[in-house]
Structure formats: C-alpha cells, structure tokens
C-alpha cells in the first residue's frame, strides 16, 4: 500500500486539467482532419493519423498537466512494462492502492494517459512515414 499521508490530491484542479485536455484533443482531431482535406475526401490513413495527433495531445497534456500541478498522483506508480503477447504489445502499469476509491479513480485515469502518451507516438511516426511514401 502507498503511502497515503501526504495531502490528497485536488480534484477540482484534476478536474479542470481533463477537460482542458478534452478540449485540446478534440481541436486537435478537428484542426487534423481539416488540414488533411478530410473532410472533402476522407481516406483511412490521414484520418488514423487525425485520431494519433488527438491522441497525443490529450494525454500528453493531461499527463505532463497532472505531474506539473498535482505530482502527488505518480506515487501510486510502481511500475512500467512492456509486454508482447503474440501480436500484441501492452504496456502494464503497476500501481498502488491508496484506500481511497477516488484518487484510485484519479491513479487509474492518470495511469492511462501515460500509457497512452506512450504507445501514442511511434505508431503516430510509421504512419507519417506510410503518408508521405504511398
């Protein structure tokens, strides 16, 4: 178990750094998808690369917004993995409980957007590659 004397976490500020990052994502699919002419001639690479780039961009700021402004939440991290299973890779993250089901709620959230921020941008670089060469 973490160690869980420390001041909780301020929700409302948790609160205001999704949204924001929401917010973020969504302009950034839009503004994506725009700049790409999807909307005029939807094709499936340049909208994937649209999705990527949302992607990025609401766990990123979510992710680096959250550590900035309430670090408290990357105590509860144990551990990073990368796993292959078959032909699948999964990062897995370890964390501690902290007892109290709303900052678990918060780790959760919190442990997923760093992971996704992670598997977000190697994948966002093949299919810029695959945009420019095909």
Do not use: C, H
């Given at each position: 178990m973490?160690d869980?004397?420390?001041t909780k976490?301020?929700?409302g500020r948790?609160r205001?750094?999704q ?6 994502g969504?302009?950034v699919?839009v503004?994506s ?9 939807p094709?499936?690479a340049?909208?994937v690369m649209?999705?990527a ?5 609401f766990s990123?700021l ?7 402004l ?5 105590k509860?991290?144990l ?14 993250t370890k ?5 109290d089901?709303e ?9 997923f957007?760093r992971?996704?921020?992670?598997m977000?941008?190697v994948?966002v ?7 420019f060469?095909?």
């Amino acid at each position: 178990m973490a160690d869980n004397t420390d001041t909780k976490p301020n929700f409302g500020r948790l609160r205001l750094i999704q949204i924001g990052a929401l917010l973020v994502g969504a302009g950034v699919l839009v503004l994506s998808l725009w700049l790409m002419g999807q909307f005029r001639k939807p094709e499936l690479a340049p909208i994937v690369m649209a999705f990527a780039f949302a992607s990025i961009g609401f766990s990123g700021l979510f992710y680096f917004g959250a550590l900035l402004l309430e670090g408290s939440l990357q105590k509860y991290i144990l551990s990073d993995e990368t796993v292959i299973k078959g032909d699948n890779v999964e990062m897995v993250t370890k964390t501690a409980s902290s007892g109290d089901p709303e900052i678990d709620k918060w780790i959760g959230t919190y442990a997923f957007t760093r992971n996704l921020f992670g598997m977000s941008l190697v994948p966002v670089l093949i299919l810029i590659g695959l945009y420019f060469l095909a």
